[in-house]
């Protein structure tokens, strides 16, 4: 089966860093991707890992590691604008499989 | 930019009504989907396409259908619409190279009463 878990809810402060972490079962990959979505509003695209490691954009980072399942998302310098819903998602046979996705709530 | 455009924002229709949910993207991409999305469940699959005229099954595509007949439109399709189908519904197309993944509309808000 398909299956891919991510902690429904995080809280964090402005100016501090915070990892969303995700995990997978699924019967295909072709890589994994993270997703941003503000209330609202349509989701865009943040990061795609396919290879083993750590991806670097800025005040993002996203690590994969394929052997485990596991994905993390890292958000650095964390600012009231990144208050959304991180979504992430298995690519497999050219289509994207969600997670429920992570809300997350930044506080001054 | 690629744009997806989804025909309607917001959407209230009667239960049992025929209901058509209408995508277009101006890229020229093959594929496109249709998600619903809903608290707790995140973004499932209801129906995609590889190509004109072609449709494939997703997680969830009891109670929906599709249509393609044209590259760049992709209509959903409730034939006869339920009150649990109330959702968020998201069309989405790619080329299908990541790693620029998917491009997705700004979403339908339908509500069955």
């Known amino acids: 089966g398909q299956n891919i878990d991510q902690p429904t809810e995080m809280t964090a402060t402005e100016g501090a860093i915070v990892q969303i972490n995700c995990t997978y079962q699924?019967?295909?990959?072709?890589?994994l991707f993270w997703y941003q979505q503000h209330a609202g509003e349509a989701p865009t695209f943040l990061s795609y890992?396919?290879?083993?490691g750590l991806e670097e954009k800025g005040r993002f980072s996203s690590f994969l590691s394929r052997s485990k399942g596991y994905s993390y998302l890292l958000l650095k310098e964390l600012q009231m604008k990144d208050s959304a819903s991180y979504l992430c998602?298995?690519?497999?046979?050219?289509?994207?499989?969600f997670g429920q996705g992570t809300e997350l709530s930044v506080k001054p | 930019d690629v744009k997806v455009t989804q025909s309607s924002r917001y959407l209230v229709k009667r239960t049992g009504e025929k209901v058509f949910l209408e995508c277009v993207q101006d890229?020229?991409?093959?594929?496109m989907f249709w998600y619903r999305q809903d608290p707790g469940l995140g973004l499932r699959l209801i129906y995609f396409?590889?190509?004109?005229?072609?449709?494939e099954k997703g997680d969830i595509p009891e109670g929906y259908s599709v249509s393609r007949e044209k590259k760049e439109r992709f209509s959903l399709i409730l034939e006869s619409a339920s009150t649990n189908q109330t959702s968020m519904y998201l069309c989405?197309?790619?080329?299908?190279?990541?790693?620029?993944?998917?491009?997705f509309g700004s979403g339908t808000r339908l509500t069955v009463v």
């Open positions: 989405a197309s790619s080329s299908g190279i990541p790693p620029l993944g998917y491009t």
């Open positions: 890229m020229d991409h093959e594929n």
């Open positions: 890992n396919v290879l083993d």
């Open positions: 396409s590889y190509d004109v005229k072609m449709k």
């Open positions: 699924t019967s295909g990959f072709n890589g």
């Open positions: 998602a298995v690519y497999q046979g050219g289509k994207l499989i």
